[in-house]
C-alpha cells in the first residue's frame, strides 16, 4: 500500500534559518481558497503528526487550524529538517504537500538558560557570603566566650560574684584554760610571782615586837 507521502504532490519548497532557542512559525504553502488543513510531519520525529486529533506535546507545538500554521518553541540544532504541511482539496481528488526546510543556527543556550544560569550564580555567592558571616560571627563569640551586657546588669553580676566569693572571717572560739586577762587575775588571786608574794601576819607580828608599849614608857 502507497504512503501518503507518494500519493501527495509537493507544492513548493521553502529554507529558512532560524537561530536556537527561539520561536519559529513555519507557513503551510499547501493550504489555499482550494485546500484544507490536514496535518503536518517531521523527518526529526516520523511518527510525530501535528494536527486534529492527534497526541503531541502541546508546550512544543501548537497549530492553527485555518491557515494551518506550524508554531515551534525553543528550537534546537536537533529539531533541524524537513518539515511537510498535508492538505486535502475540497473535492477530494487528491492532497497537496507544502515542505519547508528549517535550519537551525548556533547553540542551544537561550535566553531563558541564561536566566536560569544567572539566578544559580547569585545564589551560590548569596551561601558563600553567609558561610563567611557565620566564620566571623563563630571566631568573634570563640575569641571573647561571652555577650557584652550593659554596665548596670553587669554591676548586678559583680555584686553578687564578690557576696559568693566573700567569705566571713568569725573570731576563733574560747580556748579552755586560764583566763587570759592578767588584771582579772591580779585582783582575785593575787600575783602570780612568788617573790613579788608579802606575808602580812609576820609583818604585823614584827611591829608588835619593835614597838614599845604604852605601859613601858
Same mark, same amino acid.
Given at each position: 500500500m502507497p504512503s501518503i507521502e507518494n500519493i501527495a504532490d509537493i507544492k513548493s519548497t521553502v529554507?529558512?534559518?532560524?537561530?536556537?532557542?527561539s520561536t519559529v512559525v513555519l507557513n503551510c504553502?499547501?493550504?489555499?481558497?482550494?485546500?484544507?488543513?490536514?496535518f503536518w510531519l517531521m523527518d526529526s520525529h516520523p511518527s510525530q503528526i501535528i494536527g486534529p486529533e492527534t497526541t503531541f506535546d502541546e508546550r512544543k507545538y501548537k497549530y492553527e487550524v485555518l491557515s494551518g500554521k506550524l508554531y515551534i518553541n525553543s528550537v534546537t540544532p536537533t529539531e533541524s529538517g524537513y518539515y511537510k504541511c498535508f492538505s486535502k482539496k475540497l473535492d477530494g481528488a487528491g492532497i497537496t504537500?507544502?515542505?519547508v526546510e528549517m535550519i537551525v543556527q548556533g547553540?542551544?543556550? !537561550?535566553?531563558?538558560?541564561g /536566566?536560569?544560569?544567572?539566578? &544559580?550564580?547569585? !545564589?551560590?555567592?548569596?551561601? /558563600?557570603v553567609c558561610a563567611v &558571616?557565620?566564620?566571623?560571627?563563630?571566631?568573634?563569640w570563640n575569641k571573647y566566650g561571652r555577650t557584652v551586657v550593659p554596665a548596670e546588669d553587669e554591676e548586678e553580676d559583680g555584686d553578687e560574684i564578690y557576696n559568693r566569693t566573700t567569705t566571713t572571717i568569725s573570731p576563733p572560739a574560747p580556748v579552755p584554760g586560764p583566763s587570759r586577762n592578767q588584771s582579772a587575775e591580779?585582783?582575785?588571786?593575787?600575783?602570780d610571782n612568788q617573790g613579788l608574794d608579802t606575808d602580812f601576819n609576820s609583818v604585823f607580828e614584827n611591829i608588835q615586837i619593835k614597838t614599845p608599849s604604852a605601859s613601858l614608857i
Open positions: 529554507v529558512t534559518e532560524v537561530p536556537a532557542g504553502d499547501s493550504n489555499d481558497f482550494d485546500h484544507n488543513f490536514m504537500v507544502g515542505e547553540s542551544t543556550f !537561550s535566553a531563558v538558560d /536566566i536560569k544560569l544567572g539566578a &544559580i550564580i547569585i !545564589s551560590i555567592l548569596v551561601l /558563600i &558571616i557565620y566564620y566571623r560571627l563563630r571566631k568573634e591580779h585582783l582575785l588571786y593575787g600575783i
